[in-house]
């Protein structure tokens, strides 16, 4: 028996194998995430910063909690506010996705849906993107969504570079895919 055979499929597994490690990079060093008290689960290239901000939303001075990190250039970040009834949950969409967009050159708006891991219905969320010009004059890609569940509405954005590699813009839907109610 040769060992030819074996060693061009040893060979040949070898370079297939040196293909995938760009997918296995240690930049982006996926991790679920949970948003305490809020039910979402998020994906998370990186450990992430939290921070609580208060800022006017639906007319009411509301707190922000916000979990975000940096890898591979790009920005995510999560951040979800309480409101006072499920009433007012689109209109604190509405009105987070206005100040977010209103920087925007191009924005573009669609649906998409954030999926329940433990089998519950998906809830439809609104999602824009476009290029936001920051103070400098750098221009910043900007991928954003918003949704509620419940009392609670969130949004999930990711920033980074106005020119975006093919890796940075997997790594976007993988945080944006990755966001789950358990």
């Known amino acids: 028996m040769s060992s030819r055979p074996h060693s061009a499929c040893l060979a040949t597994l070898a370079i ?10 240690p930049v982006y060093n996926w991790r679920e995430v949970s948003l305490d008290p809020a039910p979402l689960r998020a994906m998370l290239p990186c450990k992430p910063d939290r921070a609580v901000r208060t800022v006017p939303l639906g007319g009411v001075a509301r707190e922000i909690a916000m979990a975000g990190c940096e890898a591979g250039g790009q920005t995510f970040a999560v951040a979800h506010v309480r409101v006072n009834d499920v009433s007012q949950g689109p209109e604190v969409i509405a009105q ?72 940075a813009r997997e790594s976007t839907e993988t945080f944006l895919e990755g966001l789950r109610f358990p």
């Open 96 to 167: 987070w996705r206005a100040a977010t967009s209103a920087g925007m050159r191009a924005p573009t708006a669609g649906t998409s849906l954030v999926r329940s891991a433990g089998g519950g219905a998906p809830a439809v969320a609104q999602r824009s993107g476009g290029q936001l010009v920051k103070a400098g004059g750098e221009a910043v890609q900007v991928d954003a969504v918003w949704f509620a569940q419940g009392l609670v509405v969130y949004q999930a954005m990711v920033l980074g570079p106005a020119k975006q590699p093919a890796a």
């Open 16 to 25: 297939l194998a040196a293909g995938l490690l760009p997918g296995c990079s």
